[in-house]
Structures are given as structure tokens and as C-alpha cells.
């Protein structure tokens, strides 16, 4: 019944996602609450099967004892700081919104610095030109 969720997951091992979850966790400590860790936890560990969960607030407030609000407040967090991806489900019979999909995305670093391979490559705007000799005595005549 819940096959579905295989095709959400986004690691070939569990290893490998409760990585990226431990990686997203250490990047964003300080600006994760209590709460947030809780919920992406829960996440976490009802993912273990399928590489995503298929989850209700209802469910997620159980187990964390948190209320409605703080739950989709955590939700709001983690989709925003990319660390999950929330899918809207809509039930195949009986047509309407169910439960969520959750996943766990790949952690990616976005604090490296990006490579200088480009800085050898002439630019082509008319900005980055280079000036002639008479043109830089008329701009700086001193």
C-alpha cells in the first residue's frame, strides 16, 4: 500500500539520508528550535522504511507532544531552510488533500566557494572593454 513512498526517496541507503539529516542538523543548529529538530525527527524516523513519510499533523503531534500550530510552523522552517520537501497528496479515490509527503533532502553545502574556472574567460559586454590610450588621457588627465 505505502510502495508509493519509493518513489519520493531521494538516497539509495537509510545510512545515507540519516547523513544528510545529521549534515542539515549541524549546519542550521542555531537556527532550528527544540521543536524543529523534534519534527524533523519524527520525519526522519518514519521515513526509515520507504525514504519518505507519508504523515499527518495529527501524527506528528503525538509524537512530539507539540501543538498544530508549532508542528506546521516547523514544517514552514525546514521547507524553507531546504533540509525537507513537503509534498501535498491528494487522495487517488476519494479526491481530496490527505496527509503530507515528507522527504528528507540531500544535503548540499552551499557555503563553498564556487570555483574560479571562469575568471580566465573574456567577458563580451561592451562595460568590460578595454579603453585606448586616448580614451583613458581624457579620463584621467593629470
Same mark, same amino acid.
Given at each position: 500500500?505505502?510502495?508509493?513512498?519509493?518513489?519520493?526517496?531521494?538516497?539509495?541507503?537509510?545510512?545515507?539520508?540519516?547523513? &544528510?539529516?545529521?549534515?542539515?542538523?549541524? /549546519?542550521?543548529?542555531? +537556527?532550528?528550535?527544540?521543536?524543529? $529538530?523534534? *519534527?524533523?525527527?519524527?520525519?526522519?524516523?518514519?521515513?526509515?522504511?520507504?525514504?519518505?513519510?507519508?504523515?499527518?499533523?495529527?501524527?506528528?503531534?503525538?509524537?512530539?507532544?507539540?501543538?498544530?500550530?508549532?508542528?506546521?510552523? &516547523?514544517?514552514?522552517?525546514?521547507?524553507? /531552510?531546504?533540509?525537507? +520537501?513537503?509534498?501535498?497528496?491528494? $487522495?487517488? *479515490?476519494?479526491?481530496?488533500?490527505?496527509?503530507?509527503?515528507?522527504?528528507?533532502?540531500?544535503?548540499?553545502?552551499?557555503?563553498?566557494?564556487?570555483?574560479?574556472?571562469?575568471?580566465?574567460?573574456?567577458?563580451?559586454?561592451?562595460?568590460?572593454?578595454?579603453?585606448?590610450?586616448?580614451?583613458?588621457?581624457?579620463?584621467?588627465?593629470?
Amino acid at each position: 500500500m505505502t510502495t508509493y513512498l519509493k518513489d519520493y526517496a531521494r538516497f539509495a541507503a537509510i545510512a545515507e539520508m540519516d547523513a &544528510a539529516a545529521e549534515q542539515h542538523l549541524s /549546519l542550521h543548529w542555531d +537556527e532550528l528550535t527544540k521543536s524543529d $529538530r523534534q *519534527v524533523l525527527d519524527v520525519i526522519r524516523r518514519y521515513s526509515v522504511k520507504y525514504g519518505a513519510a507519508h504523515l499527518k499533523h495529527g501524527t506528528i503531534e503525538e509524537a512530539t507532544g507539540k501543538s498544530n500550530v508549532t508542528i506546521r510552523r &516547523a514544517i514552514r522552517k525546514l521547507v524553507k /531552510l531546504v533540509i525537507i +520537501e513537503k509534498v501535498h497528496y491528494i $487522495r487517488p *479515490v476519494m479526491s481530496g488533500l490527505g496527509a503530507n509527503i515528507y522527504i528528507i533532502l540531500p544535503f548540499d553545502d552551499h557555503r563553498k566557494m564556487n570555483g574560479r574556472d571562469d575568471d580566465k574567460k573574456p567577458h563580451q559586454d561592451e562595460a568590460n572593454e578595454q579603453l585606448s590610450a586616448d580614451e583613458l588621457f581624457f579620463l584621467n588627465p593629470y
